[in-house]
Protein backbone atom coordinates (compact mmCIF):
# COMPACT_ATOMS: atom_id res chain seq x y z
CA UNK A 1 0.00 0.00 0.00
CA UNK A 2 1.81 3.08 -0.89
CA UNK A 3 1.86 5.70 1.43
CA UNK A 4 3.52 9.67 0.56
CA UNK A 5 3.95 11.34 3.88
CA UNK A 6 4.49 15.46 3.41
CA UNK A 7 5.80 17.46 6.48
CA UNK A 8 7.88 20.61 7.08
CA UNK A 9 4.74 23.15 6.62
CA UNK A 10 4.32 26.12 9.08
CA UNK A 11 4.22 29.60 8.90
CA UNK A 12 7.08 31.97 7.45
CA UNK A 13 7.33 35.51 6.85
CA UNK A 14 7.60 36.58 3.23
CA UNK A 15 11.00 36.16 2.13
CA UNK A 16 11.73 33.32 4.32
CA UNK A 17 12.11 29.65 2.90
CA UNK A 18 10.98 26.34 3.98
CA UNK A 19 11.51 23.03 2.93
CA UNK A 20 9.15 20.77 2.58
CA UNK A 21 9.54 16.60 2.57
CA UNK A 22 7.49 13.26 1.26
CA UNK A 23 8.14 10.32 2.92
CA UNK A 24 7.21 7.68 0.20
CA UNK A 25 6.36 3.88 0.69
CA UNK A 26 4.97 0.76 0.19
CA UNK A 27 6.40 -0.09 -3.38
CA UNK A 28 9.08 0.72 -5.69
CA UNK A 29 9.09 4.06 -7.54
CA UNK A 30 11.10 3.19 -10.19
CA UNK A 31 9.69 4.24 -13.33
CA UNK A 32 7.22 6.34 -11.21
CA UNK A 33 6.88 10.23 -11.85
CA UNK A 34 6.89 11.94 -8.34
CA UNK A 35 5.31 15.36 -8.04
CA UNK A 36 3.87 18.47 -5.57
CA UNK A 37 1.16 20.20 -6.14
CA UNK A 38 -0.66 23.24 -4.58
CA UNK A 39 -3.81 23.94 -3.18
CA UNK A 40 -4.72 27.89 -1.99
CA UNK A 41 -7.82 29.00 -0.14
CA UNK A 42 -10.59 29.19 -3.03
CA UNK A 43 -8.56 27.71 -6.06
CA UNK A 44 -8.04 24.68 -8.07
CA UNK A 45 -5.07 22.39 -6.89
CA UNK A 46 -2.25 23.29 -9.11
CA UNK A 47 1.05 21.69 -10.23
CA UNK A 48 4.36 22.88 -8.65
CA UNK A 49 7.08 20.62 -9.74
CA UNK A 50 7.83 16.94 -10.57
CA UNK A 51 10.95 14.60 -11.51
CA UNK A 52 11.54 11.08 -12.05
CA UNK A 53 12.09 9.11 -9.52
CA UNK A 54 15.04 7.26 -11.69
CA UNK A 55 16.53 10.52 -11.84
CA UNK A 56 16.39 13.41 -15.18
CA UNK A 57 15.61 16.70 -15.59
CA UNK A 58 12.55 17.58 -12.91
CA UNK A 59 9.81 19.27 -14.62
CA UNK A 60 8.50 23.23 -12.86
CA UNK A 61 5.50 25.22 -13.65
CA UNK A 62 6.38 28.14 -15.56
CA UNK A 63 6.27 30.59 -12.23
CA UNK A 64 8.21 28.60 -10.24
CA UNK A 65 11.89 29.42 -10.55
CA UNK A 66 11.65 29.85 -6.29
CA UNK A 67 11.45 26.34 -5.86
CA UNK A 68 13.61 23.08 -6.24
CA UNK A 69 12.33 19.75 -6.11
CA UNK A 70 14.75 16.83 -5.25
CA UNK A 71 14.77 13.65 -3.78
CA UNK A 72 16.96 11.08 -1.62
CA UNK A 73 16.80 7.27 -3.33
CA UNK A 74 18.51 6.40 0.04
CA UNK A 75 15.52 7.62 2.02
CA UNK A 76 12.96 7.04 -0.21
CA UNK A 77 12.11 11.11 0.50
CA UNK A 78 11.05 13.71 -1.54
CA UNK A 79 11.96 17.42 -1.37
CA UNK A 80 10.98 20.76 -2.00
CA UNK A 81 13.29 23.55 -1.70
CA UNK A 82 11.09 27.25 -1.41
CA UNK A 83 12.77 30.40 -1.57
CA UNK A 84 11.27 33.94 -1.54
CA UNK A 85 8.33 33.01 -0.36
CA UNK A 86 5.43 35.43 -1.35
CA UNK A 87 1.86 35.31 0.77
CA UNK A 88 0.63 34.31 -2.60
CA UNK A 89 2.28 30.98 -2.05
CA UNK A 90 -0.05 30.31 0.91
CA UNK A 91 -1.46 26.73 0.00
CA UNK A 92 -1.87 23.02 1.14
CA UNK A 93 1.01 21.16 -0.58
CA UNK A 94 0.60 17.83 -1.37
CA UNK A 95 3.26 15.13 -2.91
CA UNK A 96 1.75 13.15 -5.52
CA UNK A 97 3.31 9.74 -6.95
CA UNK A 98 2.48 8.39 -10.63
CA UNK A 99 3.45 5.35 -13.06
CA UNK A 100 4.57 7.78 -15.55
CA UNK A 101 8.22 7.76 -18.02
CA UNK A 102 7.68 11.96 -17.80
CA UNK A 103 7.00 14.11 -14.87
CA UNK A 104 4.08 14.96 -15.68
CA UNK A 105 2.21 18.39 -14.86
CA UNK A 106 -1.31 16.84 -15.36
CA UNK A 107 -2.42 15.94 -11.88
CA UNK A 108 -4.99 13.77 -13.69
CA UNK A 109 -2.42 11.41 -14.23
CA UNK A 110 -1.53 10.93 -10.38
CA UNK A 111 -2.79 7.49 -8.77
CA UNK A 112 -1.53 8.63 -5.21
CA UNK A 113 -1.64 11.66 -2.77
CA UNK A 114 -0.79 12.52 0.47
CA UNK A 115 -2.72 14.21 2.88
CA UNK A 116 -0.57 17.16 2.54
CA UNK A 117 1.08 20.10 4.47
CA UNK A 118 0.13 23.72 5.10
CA UNK A 119 2.50 26.59 4.38
CA UNK A 120 1.57 30.04 5.26
CA UNK A 121 3.18 33.07 4.63
CA UNK A 122 2.64 36.09 6.33
CA UNK A 123 3.04 39.56 4.41
Known amino acids: QVQLVESGGGLVQAGGSLRLSCAASGRSFRNYALAWFRQGPGKEREFVAA???????PNYANWGSRFTISRDNARNTLYLQMNSLKPEDTAVYYC?????????????????WGQGTQVTVSS
Open 51 to 57: MLWNGGR
Open 96 to 112: AAAPSSFPTGDRHRYDY
